[in-house]
């Protein structure tokens, strides 16, 4: 959900042409030909400050590959042909999002910024549902690597088949978000849709349904391992609906919904490098070497998104994205095998859907926007009593600007993230 109003019913009729002759229509279409409609270009993109902000992530990260751990080298081989492809598609994401702009526009796909309302900037058209582009480059790029990586020589093309249940699930989930973002479904209509989506994946799940007890319960259960069994696939599957709808609930500022998914993917990166450098296990090393694969080019095209979504926005992300952003998370931790770290990594999208929850159920009445007040004559926002994290930052910090607050929030992710790294560190060893 993007900090956006729709185009009235009367703006879409208004679009549509009048009926006319057909010597009329053969004469429009000679005039068009002639002199063809071109749309307003949507603003440059902040391409430049947001790959050196980056640098503060891909310095250590690549570090962390190429010279701190001993990885195999056809394991080095398959993340770094990975990363070439991703940065293929970065470049392929920051060129076809102001061509996509002009077709949504066209079709009426645009919204007006509510923060920005009262303002010049309040007026604009902004186009909508631009995280199409990313999910269709995005799938593109997933497919190609595995000419790559998945070889009919290869010991690891085992994993060819959770790979593209994982692949079903993601492009699902960007189809299901698309016609959400047409069609504008109610809030408990959005919770379902992940369920169906996370089908391909649960029915193509291969692994293991064990979970290994804590170090200090094993005197009281008397097992070091427990089988779940089916409790195991549910488990998946309602982690998959909460990864989805919490990023899709956890917005409503330029630069918030792909901000906090870049923070997250970030952190997913260096817990799976750390986890490959450490290990011994080969199938251990190939489950993160899978998240790997799905998140680095998550990263490069939320990154090349994030450029033209960053403050002030000049497109809007729409449900496909959130939706797209989530599910990928969800899979990677899910067939990486680390869904509780990954829960960790979404400590601010577990405040928020806790702080969500009264309003969602229906217990409160919940309006269409739970957005904080702008003020346009200041262009600050104040927090209102709705139950997000948003709106209970500006009432525990003061009303901000809406890039402030966007910082300000996307730190809190970063801390939540780094919590989740000392908390794992404190209980190696010990807990399990």
């Known amino acids: 959900m993007a900090a956006r109003k729709r185009a009235t019913s009367e703006a879409r009729v208004t679009a549509v042409p009048p009926p006319s002759t057909g010597a009329q229509t053969k004469s429009e279409e000679k005039t ?13 993109s902040k391409a430049g400050k947001i790959l050196k902000v980056s640098l503060i992530f891909f310095i250590p990260y690549f ?19 990975n990363a070439i492809l991703s ?8 060129t076809m999002i102001p061509v996509a702009s002009r077709y949504v526009l066209r079709r009426n796909l645009f919204g007006y910024d509510i923060n920005k309302k009262g303002t010049p900037q309040g007026s604009v058209k902004v186009p909508e549902s631009l995280g199409i582009v990313v999910g269709i480059v995005f799938l593109v790029f997933a497919i190609l690597f595995q000419h790559f ?3 009919s020589d290869s010991n690891i093309h085992v994993w060819l088949v959770e790979y593209n249940a994982a692949l079903a699930s993601i ?3 960007i189809l299901l978000g698309f016609v959400d973002d047409v069609l504008d479904v109610p809030w408990r209509v959005k919770l379902v849709l992940p369920s169906i989506a996370a089908l391909p994946l649960l029915m193509a799940y291969a692994g293991h349904t064990t979970i290994i007890i804590p170090k200090p319960l094993i005197p009281y259960l008397g097992l070091d391992v427990l089988d779940l069994g089916w409790i195991y696939k549910l488990y998946m599957w ?8 919490s990023i899709n609930i956890h917005a409503g500022l330029n630069g918030l919904e792909v901000g906090q998914t870049i923070v997250i993917a970030c952190a ?22 899978f998240s790997i694969y799905l998140v680095q080019p998550l990263l490069a095209t939320s990154l090349a998104l994030f450029s033209y979504n960053w403050y002030p926005s000049s497109v809007f992300v729409g449900d496909t994205y959130t939706y797209f952003a989530g599910m990928t998370m969800a899979v990677a931790g899910i067939l990486g095998h680390f869904s509780e770290t990954l829960l960790i990594f ?13 309003q969602l159920s229906g217990y409160i009445p919940c309006p269409r926007h739970r957005l904080p007040r702008f003020d346009p004559q200041t262009g600050l926002l104040t927090g209102t009593n709705d139950g997000t994290l948003v709106n209970l930052f500006l009432r525990q910090f003061g009303t901000m600007s809406e890039k402030s607050l966007c910082i300000l929030l996307l730190v809190f992710q970063t801390v939540g993230c780094c919590f989740c790294f000392l908390l794992r560190w404190f209980l190696t060893g010990w807990y399990k």
Do not use: W
């Not at 309602?238 to 709808?245: D, E, G, H, Y």
């Not at 979404?346 to 009264?358: A, C, E, H, R, Y």
């Open 171 to 173: 492009c699902f989930m």
């Open 87 to 94: 940065a293929a598609g970065f470049f392929v994401t920051l």
């Open 268 to 289: 997913i990166l260096i817990h799976n490098v750390m986890q490959v450098g450490v290990s011994s296990d080969p199938e251990y090393k190939q489950a993160h070497a």
């Open 32 to 44: 068009a030909g002639a002199n063809p409609i071109t749309d307003p270009p949507i603003a440059p």
């Open 63 to 81: 570090y962390l590959i190429f010279y701190h751990y001993n990885i195999e080298p056809d394991l080095k081989r398959s993340i770094i042909t």
């Open 149 to 151: 990586n998945f070889t």
């Open 346 to 358: 979404f400590i601010p999208q577990v405040l928020n859907f806790l702080l969500s929850l009264p």
């Open 238 to 245: 309602l982690l998959a609906i909460f990864c989805t709808n």
